[in-house]
């Protein structure tokens, strides 16, 4: 870290070399309407800004001993621009307030050597030693200060790194949406089909041999190649299933109210398809509830309602159960709740002691322009 006077003497330096800035941010702004050369001086000038603001506010993180978090791109340049205007005052301010108290100090020396009255040259003495501590010890109170002013002018605004940070988390989980998507083709495109044709050819061996333990073999290594193709295609199905991705969320839940073990009945308003993370999550999140619903609420009848309207999507899964339902119970609420919680959706429980219980899942998204199919 540099010293206090070698800091007040720098932020004073690059103070005065940040005026010429000003003059040429306007004449960018003025040639850029103009043509490129406007912009790519634009781009350069800013560039520049942007390196001095880097710099000290690296230095100041030293100073006060923290640590520089990254700030967003959206709102780099306008705290950039006002930190340089600040900066640009500020800086020569400091060490030039120090220098003046040491002058004031040399001028009363001076008065002193010249007055002859003992009681006047004590006053004048006492004045001295209080401009000179005042200036000694402003120094690094400036120098602190400074550090503090810039690290209030350049770090991230808290709704920039909000929104920052909920942009690189969709990042995240679009990403992994698509890897599991890549997954679901591998093991259905190569895996299931390498099995499928494994299981044929063992097939076609049993039925042309006679030999009885080849036969036995066959038929075992047979049955052993239906149960991997049948574990297969259930974990093709948990990570993606087909019908969600060729039917959408609606058709999704339909197929899994068909599958139900009680009767369950269907109500969606959903003009159109969540983004494919979000579909994902509200599925399985729904085919959960339904399976509480079956495992715990010895129900004889259930409910599914999914809508959107004001920019979220809405999932209710009602029954006439015995009720109870408890998200800390470990029945898979609070599975769904942390599932839901990645796209900050929220999870509302609603189960009194002898039912009915209704689980209502609300989810902030948008939806693409893709019809879906009822079909």
């Known amino acids: ?60 993180a030293r100073v006060l001993g923290h640590k520089t978090a990254p700030r967003p791109e959206r709102d780099r340049t306008a705290r950039d621009l006002a930190w340089l205007a600040v900066h640009a005052v500020v800086g020569p301010a400091c060490p030039i307030s120090v220098v003046a108290l040491f002058h004031f100090a040399r001028v009363i020396l001076y008065l002193r050597t010249a007055e002859s009255s003992p009681t006047v040259s004590l006053t004048l003495s006492l004045s001295i030693l209080a401009f000179v501590a005042t200036g000694l010890a402003a120094i690094p109170l400036l120098h602190t200060l400074h550090a503090r002013l810039t690290e209030l002018l350049l770090r991230p605004s808290l709704a920039g790194r909000i929104r920052e940070l909920a942009e690189s988390r969709a990042a995240v989980i679009d990403a992994q949406a698509a890897e599991l998507r890549r997954i679901e083709r591998d093991l259905h495109d190569g895996v299931q089909a390498r099995l499928i044709s494994m299981r044929m050819n063992l097939g076609l061996i049993r039925s042309m041999t006679d030999a009885d333990p080849v036969r036995e073999l ?3 290594a047979y049955d052993t190649a239906g149960e991997a193709l049948a574990e297969l295609r259930a974990l093709v199905r948990g990570i993606l299933p087909p019908v969600l991705a060729d039917r959408g969320l609606a058709g999704a839940i339909h197929a899994a109210a068909l599958l139900h073990p009680i009767p369950v009945e269907v109500d969606i308003d959903l003009p159109a398809r969540p983004e494919p993370p979000v579909e994902s999550a509200v599925y399985f999140a729904a085919v959960e509830a339904l399976n509480n619903v079956a495992k715990h609420s010895e129900a004889t009848r259930a ?30 609420l609070d599975g769904i709740r942390r599932r839901l919680s990645a796209f900050d959706g929220t999870l509302t429980v609603h189960s009194p002691p002898g039912g009915p219980s209704e689980i209502t899942m609300e989810l902030p998204c948008a939806l693409s322009s893709q019809k879906i199919s009822h079909s």
Not at 306 to 332: E, F, Q, W
């Open 1 to 60: 870290m540099l010293d206090p006077p070698i800091g007040l003497l720098l932020n004073a330096v690059t103070g005065v070399a940040a005026w010429p800035l000003f003059p040429l941010l306007g004449g960018c702004a003025v040639l850029v309407p103009v043509g490129g050369l406007g912009r790519f001086l634009m781009t350069r000038v800013l560039g520049a800004v942007r390196a001095l603001a880097d710099f000290h506010r690296d230095r100041a």
């Open 218 to 220: 066959a038929r075992e």
């Open 303 to 332: 409910w599914v309602r999914l809508s959107h309207s004001d920019g979220v999507l809405r999932l209710s899964v009602i029954d006439n159960g015995r009720g109870g339902a408890d998200p800390a119970a470990g029945t898979g």
